[in-house]
């Protein structure tokens, strides 16, 4: 049976993502802040709980550790986040610049540097970063998700560097989704007209990592309803 561990997963897309990985066959680490690690894990059949920071390494390892003492092997890892600080372009501080690095950037390095060795011992994986539309069309409401488009560029990095390992690297760009406050002005830019449910996210995230997706790496999915104008 496989293993998948998903960061930030107490709630919205990273719960989600948990549990459709579950619903799939996955034996499922999962991290979060609060408890509600503990208590999503209580809910799946065969689970681990850690509550713990995506930003601080230390947690990082006691969730691979972890999931390698009760599961023996990760085949899978999902790096999920918050959100990075949000003001004005240039009101945003360089400590808040760095907590944004730190949060989006190093928090998936280092759970991929994790991972790693294991992978490449067993012959394979797949890793998904969750991103945003905002990646490929910044906006000024959302100035630290610059960083996303950063991410986008490492995960192209790494899925090249890792294929030949048998790895693949992808990342899912959601649009608006149903765990943030609906605006009306937000809905009536979707050519879907609605927000996402985050079981729609969950459901790309779980093709990315299924053998279905095997010739799949080095992508960046857009799960938006038509948000994004990049072609």
């Not at 549990?19 to 509600?36: E, I, K, T």
Request: avoid cysteine; proline fraction near 6%.
């Amino acid at each position: 049976m496989k293993t998948a561990i998903v960061t930030a997963a107490g709630r919205g897309i990273g719960a989600a993502v948990a549990r459709r990985l579950s619903a799939d066959g996955f034996r499922v680490a999962v991290m979060s802040p609060s408890g509600n690690a503990e208590k999503l894990a209580a809910e799946l059949p065969d689970a681990l709980g850690v509550t713990g920071s995506v930003t601080e390494p230390a947690d990082l390892a006691r969730l691979v550790d972890g999931a390698l003492q009760k599961f023996g092997r990760i085949d899978v890892l999902v790096n999920n986040a918050g959100h990075p600080p949000k003001a004005p372009l240039f009101d945003l501080t360089d400590s808040q610049w760095h907590a944004g690095f730190d949060m989006v950037m190093l928090s998936a390095i280092r759970a991929l540097r994790l991972v790693l060795p294991g992978m490449k011992a067993q012959g394979g994986g797949a890793v998904v970063n969750l991103s945003s539309y905002a990646a490929l069309e910044p906006e000024s409401d959302f100035p630290a998700t610059t960083l996303r488009a950063a991410l986008g560029a490492w995960t192209k990095l790494a899925a090249d560097e890792l294929a030949p390992a048998g790895i693949r690297v992808n990342a899912v760009l959601p649009g608006f989704v149903d765990s943030l406050p609906e605006k009306e002005a937000r809905r009536a830019r979707i050519p879907l007209g609605r927000y996402a449910k985050a079981e729609e996210i969950a459901a790309a995230v779980a093709w990315l990592v299924s053998d279905q997706a095997s010739y799949v790496t080095g992508q960046s999915l857009r799960v938006d309803g038509g948000l994004t104008r990049h072609v």
